[in-house]
């Protein structure tokens, strides 16, 4: 059973920019959750879809957004990029009715 | 909203060592815990997970946690560590019957374990 993968798994951007990160979760895995890895703030909830809804949210501000797809795949979108926004991106997916995330690798944004 | 916290950011052990990593959270219902791991350059990892029952759970590469309600702890523990234990070690709570499977995380533990 392949895992979480998430493209790009690094990118450059330069502010003022905007980025969209990818996610695919398990095969029959319907909920995706997406959370930021930075050194200062550890792992921080940005948002968590299921059925192409979302249904927690972060306290992150409306320049990070997301959504998901009817096949269960999953984008994130961050505009006006800030150099503070350089993090490792993480995905994670669960079955239905189900509280373990699996992971995926992440995406690495370095905003200059 | 519930919190984390991981009491160590840093530990340094000599391999064969015992490993106690300290957590403790703050929600006042009831909560899914776990352990995540994650090795240099690669994902974060299930180490193991607590729901109900035996507050006592065993993970994987021989690590194992304890429950303490009445502390509102889950530290992790492993008896002799190896080098291969050389990683990021976070703690994590989701409020039971929440409907979601949202994550608190703990700001981490980075374990350093010399040959």
């Known amino acids: 059973k392949a895992g979480v993968t998430q493209t790009p798994r690094y990118l450059i951007k330069t502010r003022g920019q905007q980025v969209t990160l990818s996610c695919s979760p398990i095969s029959g895995h319907r909920s995706v959750s997406w959370y930021q890895q930075t050194p200062g703030q550890g792992l921080q909830f940005l948002f968590e879809?299921?059925?192409?809804?979302?249904?927690n949210k972060g306290n992150f501000p409306g320049r990070f957004s997301g959504r998901q797809f009817s096949n269960s795949r999953s984008e994130m979108n961050v505009s006006t990029l800030e150099l503070g926004d350089s993090a490792l991106y993480l995905c994670?997916?669960?079955?239905?009715?189900?509280?373990?995330?699996?992971f995926g690798a992440g995406s690495r944004l370095t905003v200059l | 909203a519930q919190s984390v916290s991981q009491h160590n950011h840093h530990v340094i052990l000599s391999e064969a060592a015992s490993l106690e990593l300290g957590c403790n959270y703050s929600?006042?219902?009831?909560?899914?815990l776990f352990w995540y791991v994650q090795y240099p350059g690669q994902h974060l990892q299930l180490l193991l997970k607590y729901f109900s029952g035996d507050p006592l759970v065993k993970g994987i590469k021989g690590f194992e946690a304890e429950f303490i309600k009445s502390k509102f702890s889950f530290n992790l523990r492993k008896p002799s560590v190896q080098w291969s234990d050389t990683a990021e070690y976070f703690c994590a709570v989701n409020p039971q019957n929440s409907g979601y499977s949202t994550l608190t995380f703990g700001k981490g533990t980075m374990l350093l374990v010399s040959p």
């Open positions: 929600y006042g219902g009831t909560v899914n």
């Open positions: 879809y299921f059925s192409e809804t979302q249904r």
């Open positions: 994670a997916s669960s079955e239905s009715g189900a509280n373990v995330l699996t």
